[in-house]
Nanobody, 124 residues
Framework: QIHLVESGGGLVQAGGSLRLSCAAS????????IGWFRQAPGKEREFVGTINYSGDNTYYADSVTGRFTISRDNAKNTGYLQMNSLKPEDTAVYYCAADDPPFTAWATHEYKYWGQGIQVTVSS
């Protein structure tokens, strides 16, 4: 089992940047694919991107490609979501998730472990 805690959210103006962290504890961090998802009010939780075990391969939703970057530091048991050129439509609660699905897993049911989520608000 792995426990995940997100941090780094907050309020930012459109065009700004934020970096979210996902700190993991429990089982070996490198055993897990890390996924990032988000959920806006009244909408379903949607896929943002994933990173593989070693951190040398990432996969993104079209809506964030070129603006968001996922990374991980396995020595620190932490994953990151760097968000640049933020838009008001990026406003959501952001979640990190972990499991051992195919690397390009984009569906929420493919991840067993979830953080509590953190709010990101982008003002126009």
């Amino acid at each position: 089992q792995i426990h995940l805690v997100e941090s780094g959210g907050g309020l930012v103006q459109a065009g700004g940047s934020l970096r979210l962290s996902c700190a993991a504890s429990g089982r070996t961090f490198t055993s897990y694919i890390i996924g990032w998802f988000r959920q806006a009010p009244g909408k379903e939780r949607e896929f943002v991107g994933t990173i593989n075990y070693s951190g040398d391969n990432t996969y993104y939703a079209d809506s964030v490609t070129g603006r968001f970057t996922i990374s991980r530091d396995n020595a620190k048991n932490t994953g990151y979501l760097q968000m640049n050129s933020l838009k008001p439509e990026d406003t959501a609660v952001y979640y990190c998730a972990a499991d051992d699905p195919p690397f390009t897993a984009w569906a929420t049911h493919e991840y067993k472990y979830w953080g509590q989520g953190i709010q990101v608000t982008v003002s126009s």
